[in-house]
DNA sequence: ACACTTAGTTAATAGTATTTACTAACCATC
DNA sequence: GATGGTTAGTAAATACTATTAACTAAGTGT
């Protein structure tokens, strides 16, 4: 199983073990600071299993105890925090412009990083650059003394959800590549969980799992770049990332919002893709291929005709938030992409779009926030590394 | 939890005990006449623990024996079935038109239905109608010695998924109603399990969850009818209906496939509510609010207009299963609801821009199928039945 | 009649979380 | 500063689960 958890169908007393292990493990995740007795308290275990259960994870490297609550009352409990310092989780995604690769503890915080802007050429000649890439990665002083977890790997195109496999990425003209196998070929790698996921299922998760704040209870995360896909992400302790029968779950680039529109490359008229993406702004706007589409932006912001087509993209932006919200409803939808960097010109009309016209259904106050990335560079790869966390936890 | 099955987030020897019991209920509904060996090859389960599970589900009247195999070799195995005699499940619907009921034994197979067409008018006056016809249809002869497990619900409306309410019913006019309230506080009503959700998701449940057949691994079930509405289930042992943040997942009758268009009464113009619905269709066509949809459609059928009007509606429907599939990717397409009453006109257009673009995207030769059901009556209120069967599994 | 094979049951075993009783630690009050 | 009250956490005994290993049951083929 590629997927980052993938509930058991049947039990044995290892697998009782196991969920209460990741039960315990993502309520400090979320809750980061409790003590023993709120644990207790939060899950419905009873105060002996979360102490033996701690005391195993603390002596494992995944938790550290922390400070005493001062709470008045009685002996006060003692603060409990995910261990930052004994493991660490690889993740990088093939992108189409390049590779990026990050190494992350258990909070999500990146120790190291790198990002090489040379698009992929054919698949095994990626697996090798990645490769070099990862040996490099793992000699950083703050990471060399730790643990890895595993690995996790994005790519621009769906996974068959089946067997990790990329199914399709359209702008590396692959097609049914088993990456994770051309990768094992090579030297030097790392032990542990090896998982491949698509890059918006990837960039959700670790949204999701390393969320700053009070947790959302589902997000959508929307990658607008090259292409335009999305990946959804809903579980309090066992966060699952839907992916259909293909693996096409949140393909929203090739849903039809304008019947009799552009030809999309999919063969369709009228997809997402014919109006807010990366090449169809290209197109739009005159740019070249190789240039930088928010450098053309901002040089050319005056312009009426740019202006136009900014605003019909980030409409149309706004509508697909909208189909969205009415057809997988998450809690909350995240914005991200390289597109983002175009700023306020897509985003602008995007938001006022969303929120104009979201809340005519159920006539409630509430309104679904969006919360937007600007700089993406290593979401991507990060949630890839937290799916290798997720994974791990529930073997420790 | 109002949920037909919400997988616990800690677990005890009891709930151990309770997801074997289901995984081997539900391996044999999935696949009637295994016998124990073969129940323990597929979920992974010992021999000893599938043999005593068996024998408590066969006590209680869930399972029962039939013949012996004859596979040459050695002993034969004894065929395992669901019991179909001892329980039953009731399964109403509150529709737009009127109310539906039904009572079904653990293999899906009705045993008594009522169907009432009278329009409901307040929430109360509703409650007390339904309450007297469900006593009404337990003094049925099959059904007065048999036990009930409990009372599913369907609404045509999103069901919160906090609380079993429904948010909004707009054909209706109702907003945040307690239907269940309502119902306990009518007399001579069953114990059990009581569920309430939406119209929708209940069809989709109990067409994935009684399929017959070989089972799909996720269905969408396309409501059309006043409104348009969908549900999605997916889940070998435990079939789950995402819900999303508010219960709006597949409420696609208000995805925006046109920009632009007509205004929907939900505010927004486009609506595909606007092109493939009841009311949209008996507005483009002149029919009056009272008379039947398909009588028109089928005096008239030569007429230019209406060919040109069901052409037009057919393909928005097309669109909307093309658009599910980019966006959910089940592994099957189910069209129910009283639209489909008008036959060819409206799915031969459907079926023909569905099955003209879906493949594009991966250029697999596999294509998603397609089922029709023509009458779906009580497939909303047979699968409000199954929801409960669900629940009322994990309990015994 | 016999060996062979597979189905199903039984009793002993290992492992899980719970229960119950305990110790630890802090606070307020006398 | 000792004492009682309160909450946190641990330890040992207990109840319950599924597994293991050995068994019986019931067919087929020679």
Redesign the interface.
């Known amino acids: 199983m590629h997927n980052a958890f993938t509930?058991h169908?049947?039990?044995?007393?290892n697998?009782?073990k196991s969920?209460?292990r990741s039960?315990?493990l993502s309520t400090v995740r979320r809750s980061p600071g409790l003590s023993r007795a709120d644990i207790a308290l939060r899950?419905?275990?009873t105060k002996a299993t979360v102490g033996s259960v701690v005391q195993a994870l603390a002596e494992r490297g995944w938790l550290r105890e922390g400070e005493l609550h001062s709470r008045g009352g009685g002996r006060p409990g003692r603060a409990l925090y995910l261990d930052g310092e004994r493991h660490y989780m690889l993740g990088a995604e093939v992108g189409v412009k390049g590779l990026r690769l990050v190494a992350c503890n258990l909070l999500g915080v990146v120790l190291a990083s790198i990002h090489q802007e040379e698009p992929p050429t054919d698949p095994a000649t990626t697996a090798k650059r990645l490769a070099a890439l990862l040996v490099q990665l793992r000699q950083a002083p703050d990471i060399v003394e730790r643990r890895c977890l595993g690995l996790g790997v994005a790519v621009p195109g769906?996974v068959s959800p089946k067997a990790p496999i990329l199914?399709?990425a359209p702008n590396l003209g692959w097609?049914d590549i088993d990456f994770l196998a051309l990768l094992r070929e090579q030297p030097d790698l790392p032990d542990g969980v090896w998982l491949l996921d698509n890059e918006a299922n990837a960039a959700a998760f670790g949204e999701f799992y390393f969320f700053e704040g009070v947790p959302p209870?589902?997000i959508a995360y929307i990658s607008a770049g090259s292409g335009i896909g999305c990946g959804v992400v809903?579980g309090?302790?066992f966060p699952l990332v839907?992916?259909?029968?293909?693996?096409?779950?949140?393909?929203?680039g090739?849903?039809?919002?304008?019947?009799g529109g552009a030809l999309c490359h999919?063969?369709?008229h009228g997809c997402a893709e014919t109006l807010v993406s990366g090449w169809a702004l290209r197109e739009a706007l005159h740019v070249d291929i190789d240039a930088s589409l928010s450098n053309a932006v901002q040089t050319r912001a005056g312009d009426g005709e740019v202006q136009a087509v900014m605003k019909r993209a980030g409409?149309a932006l706004g509508?697909l938030m909208?189909?969205?919200?009415?057809?997988?409803?998450?809690?909350m939808l995240i914005l991200g992409g390289s597109l983002m960097k175009l700023g306020e010109s897509l985003t602008g009309p995007a938001l006022a779009y969303f929120g104009t016209?979201q809340n005519?259904?159920?006539?409630?106050s509430q309104t679904?926030p969006v919360k937007v990335i600007g700089d993406s560079t290593y979401v991507a790869a990060r949630g890839a590394a937290a799916q290798v966390m997720a994974r791990a936890a529930i073997e420790v």
């Open positions: 509930p169908t049947s039990g044995d007393l697998y009782l969920l209460n039960t315990i899950t419905g275990l769906p199914s399709l097609v209870e589902s809903s309090e302790h839907p992916r259909g029968h293909q693996g096409l779950v949140g393909e929203i090739h849903t039809v919002i304008q019947p999919c063969g369709n409409e509508l909208l189909n969205l919200h009415h057809t997988l409803n998450p809690s016209h005519d259904l159920l006539r409630q679904v």
